[in-house]
């Protein structure tokens, strides 16, 4: 098996539960009308977002080793995934439209038709394929919130490559905060049965550079153990000058920086930042002096830092140059 097969099989790997979305298909709505003793349902239909395709690409490929582009074709918009053959070491581009049925030229819908176009070229690499094979199954609807109410189990040639085959349950490259209950579905809190618990991944115990969504998650979960901690205005501008530095030179720098804020911590400001996240950043940027006597942040902190900028390029359907 070459290189390349390998990571072809790994971005054919179906995704943990926790990491399927479900949305109502067709409902039973006519039949209803003719017997109101039916109790509403509608068709789960299974599906994965544009974070998740990518959150596949630098699990399998690597943060480094995969970009996307956008390209006009006959005034349709296409989103192409590239990634770098291991083998050859050379580029391979899968193309897919982004159009939205009755989409405008808004913003959102530009916005909406890079992500769905990234879904699908993530398809044409194998990323969430198999989805269009599960059995399509009736299950509850609530026709009032336009939700479903449950989702069905999905069949074991759906799962983890380790589940399908019986081993352990815990799942390393998978994130899960303690307590939480991996079968949940985040939009309409139904759950899957059989959840199983997977270990978190942290700046403590994983090797770095850290993927955007693993560091972000190690940080909340820091951030929330300094909670109580004091936090003096010196921290203060010494963790958000070390996020600036993360940039120095760059002519964008203060756009990147507000960036990292609110991917990491959902605000566009250092100074809406709370004690606990302050101190986390600190943990994460782990400021040292240099020969000048002057502080750097530690380089993976700076390789950190520019993956996220990247991540949120991509989400906003903005070109993203080759690395």
Not at 289 to 316: C, F, H, L
């Amino acid at each position: 098996m070459t290189q390349m097969d390998d990571l072809i099989k790994k971005l054919q790997e179906p995704f943990a539960a926790k990491r399927i979305k479900w949305r109502p298909g067709p409902t039973n709505e006519r039949a209803r009308r003719n017997n109101s003793n039916l109790t509403p349902q509608a068709i789960a239909l299974p599906y994965i977002d544009a974070r998740d395709v990518m959150w596949r690409l630098d699990r399998a490929a690597g943060a480094f080793n995969w970009q996307t582009n956008i390209k006009n074709q006959g005034g349709v918009m296409l989103k192409g995934i590239g990634i770098k053959n291991p083998d050859t070491r050379e580029w391979t581009w899968r193309w897919e439209p982004g159009a939205i049925d009755g989409a405008d030229e808004s913003k959102r819908s530009i916005l909406g038709a890079a992500s769905v176009a990234l879904r699908r070229a993530g398809a044409e690499w194998g990323i969430g394929r198999y989805l269009y094979h599960i059995p399509r199954t009736w299950v509850g609807y609530n026709p009032q919130t336009k939700k479903l109410t449950e989702i069905p189990a999905l069949p074991k040639w759906a799962l983890p490559y380790d589940l399908q085959n019986g081993e352990g349950n815990n799942r390393p490259e998978e994130i899960t905060e303690a307590g939480e209950d991996v079968g949940e579905n985040p939009e309409n809190g139904t759950k899957h049965s059989g959840p199983y618990r997977e270990p978190a991944k942290t700046l403590d115990t994983a090797t770095r550079p850290l993927e955007p969504e693993y560091l972000r998650q190690s940080l909340a979960m820091k951030a929330k153990k300094h909670a109580r901690g004091n936090c003096t205005v010196e921290q203060l501008g010494l963790a958000t000058g070390m996020v600036e530095m993360c940039f120095a030179g760059d002519q964008a720098s203060t756009e990147k920086r507000r960036s990292v804020y609110e991917y990491l911590f959902g605000v566009d400001s250092g100074s809406n930042l709370r004690n606990g996240e302050i101190l986390a950043l600190l943990d994460w940027l782990n400021p040292t002096k240099d020969s000048g006597n002057a502080y750097t942040p530690d380089p993976m902190a700076v390789k950190e830092a520019q993956a996220i900028i990247r991540v949120t390029m991509i989400e906003s359907g903005q070109k993203e140059l080759p690395i």
